[in-house]
């Protein structure tokens, strides 16, 4: 493999990067943090993608800080071909995580996976190394001098033999030996198959089953045998029994004839006693009967002489023409007395009429008597009415004497109430008047007595100032004389009303005579009102009684009349009563004799029915002879019949039929049974046949089954030999293989050890088949490799890379060196000396040599650009803190 160019964008201290790689030695120089290693990696991160990130880092510190999308490109060829990859990446600003979003991988120009995890498992497939074996063969990283050295012997054991594809044929052991181990499983399950097998087939050959067949299908012919046999003597038995049967039959049936004919015959005997018991009775019907006939015809006879009727006469005809003139008669008396009722009913009517009218004529009287009383008193008030006017119009002229004594005499008394009106507007005035005075008095009284209290200080009674002169006194005296005048008026004002006080008085007492006048007046003209109304009810009244004598006269006529009617209607009663008893008695008479003709006719009929009745005893009579004799017939007939059975009856002897049948009925039963006996033997023996010939058939197949468990077993030995003889193959092909590795191993160690190490301290390296290294002292004490110093283990390991390397190139599983990756490294010369940093250039010359195509070295060491075919400078601007790369 061959790297040709590595492009990268944000990646770490890159932000572009460019570079194509040639064959030989290329050098990559610059100072501290330039951006070498950053260099390396990309190109592992590139061809591995993200699982070449150390334990401490993530995805987004591989990212130059502050971008959000990366690339990585390597372009290689290998074998021929082409090859390129392309991985991209974008870091998500929110949370700062980053992710490979892109990895393409691409042989000759043509995209063959597009995923990361088939991009890396397409780069492992083509370089036969993962990125662990990548780290430890090829690319070693600055700082990690000590892995190999101090790794555990069985991991550098895996370490080198997955390099040298040996553990290839670990994994190809294994697969023979889980192949061995199934088919033994194979083999032990056939074992004991085989091992129930045998046991099963020696369990039913132990049992004889073939001449067990035999004796039983011999014992079988013989029930079979023994049962046709027993099947006929069966039939024969069954036979004779129902013969005997049959003849049982007969007898019994007989015997049944008998016994109905006895019965028969008994009967017959009892129905000619019975019917001698009728003849009897109808003989003694027929006797009583002509008796009874006898007496009623006598009576009869004696009937006819009392109603003077013809023995021989037709009673019918005479009954009915007897109920004729019975009807006519009874028709009569009801006629008649239908006449009495209705005369009574008439007069009863009559009377009621005549009481009716009494009470009439009594209330008529009654009223009269009440009006004349009621007049009378009526006059009585009218007197005592006028009586009153009298006296009131009496008391009226001495009120009005009283009236003129005091001054009013008729004509002034009519106008009293106007005078009375007159005088109270009067005093109302005075009482004003008088009033006004009064208050003027009082006004005058005060300004007097102001004035005098003014003057009596000094001072103006009108103004209250000083007084100067006598004018005041005048005023003073004006005033008094108004006092004196108004005085005067008052007085003469209260002596009028004084007066009028009297006058007043005097109105009143005219007043209240007056007054009496009028309520007399009045009560006058009521009392003469009454008197008129009273008369008018006199008058009335008087008209009233005068009607109601009339009408007293009138009924007192017709109560005469009404009585003559009821005097006429009573002779009428009791001519109707005489005709009644007439009629009834008459009536009577007849239908008397009509009972006697009923009786006749009655025993007539009664005689009739009689003869009938004895006519048919007669008939009965005749007729139950007749039958005796027919009965007596029959009895002779079944007489005869039994006879001729007795005579059959007497040849069969029945006890000894029954016996024998009791015999040969038994002996049926006992072959039944014995039959059933053997059918069940006889099953169970055919089961058996059934069981045995099965237990024949398995055993058969169980043999067949034995053949094919043998020849799987046999087979089954065959192929574990097999499987056991490739294992111990692959486990001697792997020890054979690993024993010349780890001699090629070791000599390449101590080759290059020996160029490389220039001090005497030590001999040589061992590396024995545990893998253990051991490095021997010039006087053969050896030491462990980690006891080394630093810079002799820097050379170590160095050494150790490089025998690898060469084994792997040399190793049969490779096709040469031109596969193998470049050999790189990282700040190699760090712990080394002057010396040894001149073996190192030797060393890369050697392997130069020795055929490995590109040797890509990173260092400071100004020393190592001498050696190198191709030289790169790497720089960082400090002030973009982004790193480019130059040729030199
Ligand atoms: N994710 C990143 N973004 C930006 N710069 C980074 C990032 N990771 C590392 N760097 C810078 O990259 C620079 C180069 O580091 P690198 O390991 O390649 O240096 P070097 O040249 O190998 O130095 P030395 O000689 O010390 O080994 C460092 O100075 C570091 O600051
Ligand atoms: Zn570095």
Redesign the pocket.
């Known amino acids: 493999m061959k790297l040709k160019r590595l492009r990268v964008n944000n990646i ?2 890159y932000e572009d990067l460019d570079i194509r790689f040639e064959d030989g030695v290329t050098v990559v120089s ?10 390396l ?1 990309a190109c592992f991160t590139g061809l591995f993608g993200s699982r070449t990130l150390s334990k401490e880092f993530v995805l987004s ?5 502050g971008a959000t999308k990366a690339s990585i490109i390597v372009d290689f060829e290998s074998i021929g071909h082409e090859y390129n990859i392309e991985q991209g990446y974008r870091v998500n600003p929110k949370t700062g995580s980053a992710s490979n979003n892109k990895s393409v991988f691409m042989m000759d120009d043509k995209i063959m996976v597009d995923q990361a995890s088939q991009t890396y498992e397409a780069v492992k497939a083509l370089m036969k190394m993962d990125e662990e074996a990548y780290k430890n063969c090829v690319y070693i990283r ?1 700082g990690e001098i000590d892995v190999l050295i101090n790794a555990k012997t069985k991991d550098r054991q895996r370490m080198i033999d997955d390099l040298l594809q040996i553990g290839k044929l670990e994994e190809y052991r294994e697969r023979a030996g889980s192949a061995r181990k199934g088919v033994g499983r194979h083999q032990r399950e056939t074992d004991a198959r085989l091992k129930d097998n045998v046991a099963d087939i020696e369990h039913i050959e132990s049992s004889n089953p073939y001449q067990m067949l035999n004796t039983v299908k011999t014992e079988m012919n013989g029930v079979g045998n023994e049962i046709s046999e027993l099947e006929d003597k069966k039939d024969r038995a069954k036979e004779i029994v129902t013969s005997i049967e049959e003849k049982i039959n007969k007898y019994t049936g007989t015997l049944e004839q008998k016994k109905t004919i006895d019965a028969e015959v008994r009967n017959f005997k009892s129905k000619i006693t019975a019917t001698y018991n009728d003849i009897e009775k109808a003989r003694g019907v027929v006797n009583s009967g002509r008796q009874e006939v006898q007496k009623l015809q006598s009576v009869n006879t004696d009937l006819c002489t009392q109603i003077k009727v013809p023995d021989d006469a037709d009673v019918e005809n005479y009954v009915t023409s007897l109920e004729k003139e019975e009807s006519a008669a009874r028709d009569e008396v009801s006629t008649i007395i239908k006449k009495r009722e209705l005369a009574q009913g008439n007069e009863r009517s009559q009377n009621e009429f005549l009481l009716n009218l009494n009470e009439q004529l009594k209330r008529t009287e009654v009223s009269i008597q009440n009006r004349e009383a009621k007049a009378k008193s009526i006059t009585e008030d009218i007197e005592k009415l006028k009586k009153g006017i009298i006296e009131l119009e009496d008391a009226n002229r001495e009120k009005t004497e009283e009236a003129s004594k005091i001054g009013f005499p008729a004509d002034k008394l009519e106008n009293i109430e106007d005078i009375a009106e007159l005088l109270g507007m009067k005093q109302k005035q005075l009482h004003g008047k008088e009033r006004e005075k009064a208050a003027t008095l009082a006004e005058l009284d005060k300004r007097i007595k102001k004035a005098k209290d003014l003057l009596d200080k000094g001072l103006c009674p009108t103004c209250g100032q000083d007084l100067k002169g006598s004018k005041i006194c005048e005023e003073t005296t004006e005033d008094e004389e108004q006092r004196g005048n108004l005085l005067a008026e008052l007085q003469s004002i209260r002596s009028e009303q004084s007066e009028l006080e009297t006058k007043t008085e005097r109105v009143r007492s005219a007043r209240e005579i007056a007054k009496g006048i009028a309520d007399n007046d009045h009560q006058i003209q009521i009392k003469t009102r009454d008197i008129t109304s009273s008369e008018k009810l006199i008058e009335e009244n008087l008209r009233d009684v005068k009607e109601e004598k009339e009408k007293e006269n009138a009924l007192k006529e017709q109560i005469d009349e009404v009585g003559k009617v009821i005097g006429k209607i009573k002779e009428d009663i009791v001519t109707l009563k005489e005709d009644e008893n007439d009629a009834t008695e008459s009536h009577k008479a007849i239908k008397d004799r009509l009972d006697i003709a009923r009786r006749i006719r009655m025993n007539h009929l009664e005689i009739g029915k009689m003869q009938s009745d004895m006519q048919r005893s007669q008939d009965g009579i005749s007729n139950g002879l007749e039958k005796v004799n027919l009965f007596e017939d029959q009895i002779k007939e079944r007489k005869k019949r039994l006879e001729a059975i007795e005579k059959e009856l007497g040849d069969v002897d029945i006890t000894r039929l029954e016996n024998d049948k009791v015999q040969y009925e038994s002996a049926h039963k006992g072959i039944i049974s014995r039959l059933e006996d053997l059918n069940l033997r006889k099953n169970e023996l055919h089961k058996q046949v059934g069981l045995i010939e099965g237990e024949i058939r398995r055993l058969n197949e169980l043999k067949e089954k034995h053949r094919m468990l043998s020849n799987k077993k046999e087979f089954l030995a065959a192929v574990y030999r097999d499987a056991e003889e490739l294992e111990t193959m692959y486990i001697r092909l792997r020890a054979e293989l690993r024993a010349k590795n780890i001699d090629a191993l070791d000599r390449l160690l101590n080759e290059i050890f020996s160029f490389m190490y220039t001090n005497n301290a030590y001999s040589h390296i061992s590396l024995d088949q545990d893998y253990n290294l051991m490095i021997y002292e010039k006087d053969g004490t050896p030491l462990e490799p980690k006891l080394l110093s630093g810079g002799e283990r820097a050379i170590f390991n160095l050494v150790l890379r490089c025998a690898i390397y060469r084994l792997l190139s040399h190793s049969p599983g490779t096709t040469g060196s031109v596969e193998l990756p470049p050999l790189i490294l990282d ?1 190699p010369t760090v712990f080394l000396d002057r010396g040894h940093v001149h073996q190192l250039i030797k060393l890369i010359d050697m392997m130069r040599d020795i055929g490995v195509g590109q040797i890509l070295i ?1 260092s ?1 060491d100004e020393s190592l650009i001498d050696s190198a075919d191709h030289v790169f400078v ?1 720089e ?1 601007d400090a002030i973009t ?1 982004s ?1 480019s790369i130059a040729a030199k």
């Open positions: 770490r201290s610059g100072v501290n943090g330039s951006g070498k290693s950053s260099l990696e510190d591989l990212i130059r800080k600055q700040e990173v400071h790497v960082k803190n790193s």
